[in-house]
């Protein structure tokens, strides 16, 4: 992993004064190391017969969809509200200053199907929570795991999102 580690590069400053923002840009743009990310999910997920792979709003997307595609299963697609156009259910949570919220779906799963989340960071918890409680008060799903492709131990964020299995590819 120290492979991939080499390819994400830091941005000081952004999107505000001492945060250090890892580009995942990088990664993205170089086929090897975004083969290697794939890869190295669908090995750990290929024995969970995943129905669908959930993608959280906007870079989860991109994994979320290769992923699906390599474990040749559905995907869907967690976003802001107002983002997507058939009938959804929501989730709110609070953030340092205010509330934000995301949806999905109300049709995105059939029952007993095998879900897992997938983002690409986990910082704070706090989208990653509602999404975790969006998807098990909405729908009865094995909730498998959540991955992620980055994970910043120094934020906690693992232990704002209760008791589900999850996985991270990178820690920093």
């Known amino acids: 992993m120290e492979t991939l ?3 994400i590069r830091d941005i000081p400053d952004f999107p505000k004064e001492g945060i250090i923002f890892k580009d995942i840009t990088p990664l993205l743009s170089n086929p090897v190391s975004f083969k290697k990310v794939i890869d190295t999910l669908k090995t750990r997920y290929k024995d969970n017969r995943i129905d669908q792979v959930v993608g959280v709003e906007a870079r989860g997307f ?3 969809s290769a992923l699906a595609y390599a474990l040749d ?7 802001k509200p107002g983002k997507l156009p058939y009938k ?3 989730e709110t949570y609070s953030l340092e200053y205010g509330e934000d919220s995301v949806e999905i779906h ?3 799963f059939k029952k007993g199907q095998n879900v897992v989340i997938i983002d690409d960071v986990l910082a704070t918890g706090g989208t990653l929570a509602a999404c975790i409680d969006l998807v098990n008060k909405n729908f009865e799903v094995n909730l498998i795991e959540v991955g992620f492709l980055i994970e910043l131990d120094f934020l906690k964020g693992r232990q704002k999102l209760g008791n589900v299995s999850i996985y991270s ?3 920093f």
């Open 88 to 90: 959804t259910f929501q």
């Open 62 to 64: 991109v994994f979320a």
């Open 73 to 79: 299963c559905g995907v869907v697609m967690v976003r």
């Open 5 to 7: 580690k080499s390819v």
């Open 169 to 171: 590819i990178m820690h």
């Open 106 to 108: 109300q049709d995105a």
